[in-house]
């Protein structure tokens, strides 16, 4: 340390001066230590001040508290990531399920290539994808909105048509039973059936989407012509051109048709690397939160790790390259599981205990310095990639993801919610 400089430090703390020359050989005289024989007046100095009984408590004292403030911030936060654990296992326990006798109706549907005309030799992918995009979705929102008005011919007549429009719903008319058709998810589902059955033979010819133009919107009713100019002005181009054109709808019933058609039309819609994508998931889970088949199966595309559909939506995680989610798209489906358990008396057992087994075994730590600017996200490994995560995941990596799930209110009531299922009352 520089001479003058301790010299201050001493006047302000012993109220000692020292001397330029007060230890001029110190180091080769005693071993670098000051507490030289040649210099009594600091030692006695600092002998008295550590020598008093006041000053002597105050430093012990601080010593001490240091120590045990160190001590019970450690046992807390160790005593947290156990509760956690023990929470985890407590809620899988509580779900006494036999799994090869539980009958569970997946609402995935399977798919295969036969499913999908696809020609030999196409165009670009960008620009043929986002055609047949454009040509599917107007064929369907035209179609029901003509459905719509034909099926409601007497609240029609109080509403001013277009002309030729009007036309076209009165000739349909003459050909269906005066019924009337509400928004309900069943008759939406009926509809969306119908429509797919009755497209699917447009793909068969080339021809016919690649020379497809959208028709003019002037003489369709005020909803289809806000729809037909946004269709118009949208590339479709990705996941991020379809989240705008779907928050542009003007009802929640074409919303849902919309839903229904991305689960079906994914490989339509180019996928980026943005996390854009993942808070468009949440968005369609928050969506489909009233309606029980909707919800399980977007929430299916994260639980099966086969499904190609959920790259549409889920990033790779850059170390691994793995897909993954965030700990708060995890949470919304295990929250929409107990929602439909508790409010609607159905029985998800084994998506859930897939979800709690997903929170024990495959959290990661995102960066960040202070633990608030960590993120956790649950890993997603496909089979293949299984192996590779389990040589990856140390038990140090598990705990910290459980330190900070520890300390998120949602999770925890979450997993208090679940234990006391089964729970002898």
């Not at 010819?205 to 037909?228: E, H």
């Not at 118009?232 to 709808?249: G, K, R, T, V």
């Amino acid at each position: 340390m520089h001479k003058s400089r301790f010299s201050t430090i001493c006047r302000r703390w012993y109220n000692t001066s020292i001397g330029k020359n007060a230890f001029p050989n110190a180091r080769s005289n005693s071993g670098g230590l000051l507490l030289n024989s040649k210099h009594n007046n600091i030692t006695k100095t600092l002998w008295k001040y550590f020598n008093a009984p006041g000053n002597l408590m105050f430093v012990t004292c601080n010593l001490v508290t240091f120590a045990g403030f160190v001590t019970i911030n450690s046992m807390v936060a160790s005593n947290r990531e156990r509760l956690t654990e023990a929470k985890l296992l407590e809620a899988q326990s509580s779900l006494e399920v036999d799994v090869q006798n539980e009958e569970q109706e997946s609402p995935l549907t399977e798919y295969s290539s036969s499913n999908f005309w696809c020609p030999a030799k196409s165009p670009p992918l960008a620009t043929y994808d986002s055609q047949m995009a454009k040509m599917s979705l107007f064929h369907m929102l035209y179609a029901f909105y003509l459905y719509r008005d034909v099926l409601s011919a007497e609240e029609n007549s109080k509403v001013r048509l277009p002309k030729d429009w009007k036309q076209e719903v009165e000739y349909l008319q003459d050909y269906t039973n005066n019924a009337t058709v509400n928004c309900t998810h069943r008759e939406m589902d009926n509809f969306y059936n119908e429509w797919k059955r009755e497209f699917l033979q447009v793909f068969a010819d080339l021809n016919k989407s690649q020379r497809f133009t959208l028709p003019t919107w002037k003489d369709y009713p005020k909803p289809l012509k806000i729809i037909c100019s946004k269709l118009y002005h949208n590339d479709m181009e990705d996941i991020h051109a379809f989240a705008d054109f779907y928050n542009e709808m003007p009802s929640l019933g074409v919303k849902r048709l919309l839903r229904r058609w991305l689960l079906d039309y994914t490989h339509l819609v180019s996928t980026t690397s943005s996390t854009a994508d993942e808070k468009f998931y949440r968005q369609l889970l928050q969506d489909s939160k009233g309606d029980e088949v909707m919800f399980n199966t977007f929430a299916s595309l994260l639980l099966n790790p086969a499904d190609t559909r959920r790259t549409c939506f889920l990033p790779k995680q850059d170390l691994y390259q793995i897909q993954s989610a965030s700990l708060d798209t995890v949470l919304l489906i295990l929250k929409g599981y107990v929602h439909q358990r508790e409010k609607m008396n159905k029985n998800h057992n084994g998506p859930i205990i897939r979800l709690l087994s997903m929170l024990k075994k495959d959290c990661v730590v995102g960066p960040g310095d202070q633990p608030k600017s960590k993120t956790v996200r649950i890993m997603l490994p496909t089979d293949d990639q299984r192996d590779l995560l389990e040589m990856t995941m140390t038990p140090q990596k598990r705990k910290r993801s459980l330190a900070l799930i520890s300390h998120h209110l949602e999770a925890i009531e979450l997993l208090d919610s679940i234990s006391k299922w089964n729970r002898p009352t």
